[in-house]
């Protein structure tokens, strides 16, 4: 009989539970995401497959590229085309893929995927994440290592999505501390940038959203004196949350749900960070090139205003 038989498989893989004091944060294997952190991130359940990319790690790059087609060291590639309604490659590679436990305490988890080569990325990468849930909130510390023998183009985001509980997205601040947006055309790609000073893309002292609809890529960020940028939602009396990130992330995406069926529609605002922008290994745009062995790093997390 076969051992397997009757055995119940949960979408998202293995769960890790972490924490630190009254915080709680979920880790699955399945892309090595988060699927929960307290009120603070809008996730998903157990035994539901990830919804609209809450919580994933997006690698080799984030977010879209034009016809999944891509030039590098000479030589021409072509990414499966994981929107077909726009004819974009999505959001990297290993966030359906399974990654395995490093190490597990109590209040934290390393999680590590070796993404193999293949005819449309084939460059070796081992991936790591360490997620730790302190007193000052949750925190991803992200590696990426070259194991090939040639240089590798690579970028990275996260993709959680952000509430405040018992506020609707409507009347939530947000501010974002940033000089300039990407122009985009039907396919949200970019097509230029232009600044937000003076715009109704202009986030940088705070503002209510509103009714507004954003997908947003937001660059040349403003850093404080430790080179780490806050991205903030909150409730005009300041209640909220913030997602910082440090200078290896140069861009963030701000995307209020709108295109997500209910109850997730509108429910949220995913604060992406971002090391590149869209359709970044066309244009080059801020592309980390790994030489062999050599290991990137980056941080970002989530804390209370």
């Known amino acids: 009989m076969d051992s397997a038989a009757g ?41 539901e497959l990830c919804p609209g990319a809450a919580g994933q790690i997006l690698a080799p790059w984030p977010n879209r590229i034009r016809d999944g087609k891509y030039t590098f060291g000479g030589h021409r590639y072509q ?22 436990a490093a190490d597990v305490a109590d ?3 390393t999680v590590e995927h070796e ?5 449309w990325y084939p460059w ?26 040639t240089p590798a ?22 501010r974002v501390p940033a000089a300039h947006r990407l122009l985009l055309d039907a396919r949200l790609l970019p097509i ?11 986030y940088t002292g705070g503002r209510r959203i509103g009714s507004a609809v954003l997908d947003t890529s937001f660059g040349g960020l403003e850093r404080g004196s430790d080179g780490t940028v806050n991205v903030t939602l909150a409730t005009p009396d300041g209640a909220g949350v913030t997602v910082w990130a440090d200078e290896a992330f140069r861009w963030f995406q701000v995307f209020t749900s709108d295109t997500l069926p209910a109850p997730r529609l509108r429910a949220a605002v995913a ?3 971002m090391t590149c922008p869209p359709d970044a290994f066309r244009s080059g745009r801020d592309v980390v090139v790994l030489e062999p062995d050599e290991t990137w790093r980056g941080r970002w997390g989530i804390g209370e205003l």
């Open 7 to 47: 055995k119940r498989t949960v979408p998202s893989g293995t769960q890790w539970t972490i924490g630190s004091g009254r915080r709680r944060a979920v880790v699955v294997e399945v892309g090595g995401g988060l699927r929960g952190y307290d009120d603070a991130v809008n996730g998903y359940a157990e035994d």
């Open 124 to 149: 070796p990468l081992l991936l790591r994440t360490t997620w730790t849930v302190g007193p000052d909130g949750l925190t991803a510390e992200h590696t990426a290592t070259n194991l090939g023998a």
């Open 79 to 100: 990414l499966p085309v994981g929107e077909p309604e726009r004819q974009n490659a999505m959001h990297g590679l290993v966030r359906w893929e399974r990654w395995r």
């Open 115 to 119: 993404l193999v080569p293949q005819p």
């Open 107 to 109: 209040d934290a988890v």
């Open 271 to 273: 604060i992406e960070p």
């Open 153 to 174: 183009p690579f970028g990275l985001a996260a993709h959680p999505y952000l509430r405040v509980p018992g506020a609707a997205v409507d009347d939530l601040v947000l």
């Open 192 to 202: 230029g940038a232009a600044r937000v000073a003076g715009t109704e893309y202009d």
